[in-house]
Structure formats: C-alpha cells, structure tokens
C-alpha cells in the first residue's frame, strides 16, 4: 500500500522545523540609516591649572624631598632639568660624593637635549 502525503502539512511541518530569529532581532527597525547625524558643536574651555603655579608646587615639593633625603642620610638629589622641564633624580655615594647614578641616564638627557635642539629642523615645510 502507497501512503498518500498531503503536501499541505509537509509544508506545515517543514516551517515548524526551521529556526526562528529572535524577536529582538526580527523586530529591530533600522535606525538612522539614510539620515544625517546631527553632531553637538564642540566647546573649547581654558585649562583649570596653572603651569606657573603648578611649576612652584613641583619646585617645593623637590625642595621637601632634598631636605629629607638629607636629614636621612641619603645620597639622592631631586632637580628639574630646564631645558626638558623633566625631573632628573641623582644618586651619589655619601662617603665620596661620586655620582652612582643619573635617572634617566646622562646619555638620554645628551639625547633629549639634542632632539630639543634640532626639534624645529625635523620637519619640512613648503613656504
């Protein structure tokens, strides 16, 4: 005996048997396609720091560090390189006030010095 197939609920069981998308996904509208995109104008604000006032506080508190390395005995020095405006940390033997250290090394301030220097030479301009 042939069994007969009603093509109607093949197709009803065929639909069953697929996966469905999530609703959050199959309900999602397209948003902001084809639209411009409006964007907030962009606020330029004055710094809240003075570099001046900053540089005293840095210049202080070095001078605090000094004195305490000092009272305890120690051979480090705190100072600011001028020409880098970076602090420059020096270690010496006590007993022979010789240099032990620099850091950063005495070959990175001759190197960031020199960069200073020719800093303005790097780049190519047109007039």
Do not use: C, W, Y
């Not at 003075?50 to 202080?60: G, W």
């Not at 051979?75 to 602090?87: M, S, Y």
């Not at 006030?97 to 990175?108: K, Y």
């Amino acid at each position: 005996m042939s069994e007969s197939v009603n093509p109607a609920a093949s197709a009803a069981s065929a639909v069953q048997a697929q996966p469905t998308a999530p609703s959050s996904v199959a309900a999602a509208p397209a948003q902001g396609i084809g639209r411009p995109v409006k964007q907030a104008p962009v606020v330029k604000s004055e710094p809240l720091i003075d570099p001046q006032e900053m540089r005293a506080n840095l210049e202080e508190a070095i001078e605090k560090l000094n004195e305490q390395v000092e009272r305890n005995g120690r051979g480090l020095n705190f100072t600011i390189d001028e020409k880098l405006n970076r602090p420059i940390i020096t270690v010496r033997n006590t007993a022979t006030g010789d240099v032990v250290r620099t850091i950063p090394s005495e070959v990175v301030i001759k190197v960031a010095h020199n960069i200073e220097t020719i800093k303005g030479l790097l780049t190519d301009e047109k007039l």
